[in-house]
C-alpha cells in the first residue's frame, strides 16, 4: 500500500505519553484521509516503553515499531525512523507532546504548496524556565552566526520532510548528527510555521544541560571550522604579543627597571602560552576523535525488532 505521511516519533523511557501520543496522531491523520503509519523507534528505554508500543503495533496496523538493542541517542533514533519510513512525507515529532500533533495539519497544507521542508517555529515556549529558554535562545543564535549552513532560529526537530529529502538525508551517515541542520544542509525548497510550544505532558526532560551542550558541539563542529579558527586566533594573537612584548623588556631592563625583575611575569607568560596550547589541543581533538569515529565504520544503530515490510 503506498503510504502518504509518515510520523516518526523517538521514544526514550515516555511511556505515560505513549497512549496520549498515539491517540492525538491518530485523531490527526485520520481526518487527512489519507493513508500514513507511525513509526515509534525505542531508544532503549527501560521503563516499559518498548512493550506499550508492542501493544499498539498489535492493535493497529499503522503503528510500525522499531526497538533498539540498547540506547544509541535521540539524533540516531531519528534516522532510523527515515530509514523505515516509507511515507511521501515524513514528520519527525518529540514524544512529550510539547510539539502539537495537530500542527501537522498545516505542514501538509505548505507542502502540498510546493515546499519540500516545512519546519516549525517556537513562537512561545510553555513551561520552561528562564534559564532553559535564555540558552536555547543563545544555542540557536550561536550556531545561526558561526555554522556554514544557516540554520532556522528557534526550530527543533519537529518537522516535515518531502521524499526526495529523505532520501539524500539516508545517504549522510556520519555519527554526530544534528539533524535539523543536516536537513537545511541539503537545500530544497524550505518554509517555517510558528507555533506556541506546549509544556511536557509527563516525565522529565530527556535534554538536561549536559546534552543540550554535546548537541551544540555536534552541530558547531559538524557544520563549522569556527573553533579551529579561534584556536588559529589565540596562536596568532599570542606570537603578537610576544613579539611586541620581547623588544619592550629588552629597552625596560637596558634602562635599569626593575618592572620585570622576578619570577611573576615568566609564570603568568607561561601559564598563558599553556592555556592557549590546551585550549588548542582539546578542540583539535574534538575533529581527531570524530574521524576515529567515522573511520571505525560500526553501524549508527542496531535494532533488536523491526518491521519486516
Known amino acids: ?127 520552561e524556565s528562564w534559564f532553559k529558554i535564555w540558552t536555547a535562545s543563545l544555542f540557536y543564535r550561536l550556531i545561526y552566526h558561526i555554522t556554514d549552513v544557516k540554520i532556522p532560529l528557534d526550530t527543533g526537530d519537529f518537522r516535515l520532510m518531502d ?57 558547531i563542529t559538524s557544520f563549522s571550522y569556527f573553533p579551529l579558527q579561534v584556536a588559529t586566533f589565540f596562536g596568532f594573537a599570542s606570537a603578537g604579543i610576544a613579539i611586541i612584548a620581547i623588544p619592550v623588556v629588552v629597552a625596560l631592563r637596558l634602562l635599569g627597571s626593575q618592572f620585570f625583575e622576578g619570577q611573576t611575569t615568566t609564570l603568568i607568560s607561561v601559564l598563558f602560552l599553556g592555556g592557549v596550547q590546551l585550549i588548542s589541543l582539546g578542540i583539535l581533538g574534538e575533529y581527531v576523535g570524530r574521524l576515529y569515529d567515522e573511520a571505525k565504520g560500526r553501524p549508527l544503530y542496531i535494532v533488536r525488532e523491526a518491521p519486516k515490510d
Open 163 to 219: 521524499r526526495k529529502v529523505v532520501d539524500v538525508l539516508k545517504d549522510m551517515r556520519e555519527r554526530h548528527r544534528f539533524p535539523r541542520g543536516m536537513s537545511a544542509w541539503v537545500g530544497f525548497k524550505q518554509i517555517g510555521v510558528e507555533y506556541k510550544r506546549a509544556a511536557r505532558k509527563a516525565g522529565e526532560t530527556k535534554y538536561p544541560f549536559r546534552k543540550m551542550f554535546r548537541l551544540a558541539l555536534n552541530a
Open 1 to 127: 500500500m503506498k503510504i502518504t505521511y509518515s510520523i516518526v516519533a523517538p521514544i526514550y523511557n515516555e511511556l505515560e505519553n505513549i497512549p496520549e501520543l498515539y491517540r492525538r496522531v491518530s485523531d490527526v491523520m485520520n481526518s487527512t484521509g489519507e493513508p500514513w503509519e507511525l513509526i515509534l523507534v525505542d531508544d532503549g528505554s527501560t521503563d516499559g516503553s518498548a512493550d506499550a508500543i508492542r501493544t499498539l503495533a498489535r492493535e493497529d496496523d499503522c503503528v510500525r515499531p522499531v526497538i533498539f538493542a540498547r540506547n544509541f541517542g535521540h539524533q540516531i533514533a531519528i534516522t532510523a525512523g527515515w530509514d523505515f519510513a516509507r511515507g511521501d512525507a515524513v514528520v519527525i515529532i518529540d514524544a512529550d507532546l510539547q510539539d502539537p500533533p495537530e500542527l501537522i495539519l498545516e505542514m501538509a497544507k505548505k507542502w502540498k504548496e510546493g515546499y519540500e521542508v516545512v519546519y516549525a517555529v517556537r513562537a512561545e515556549r510553555e513551561g
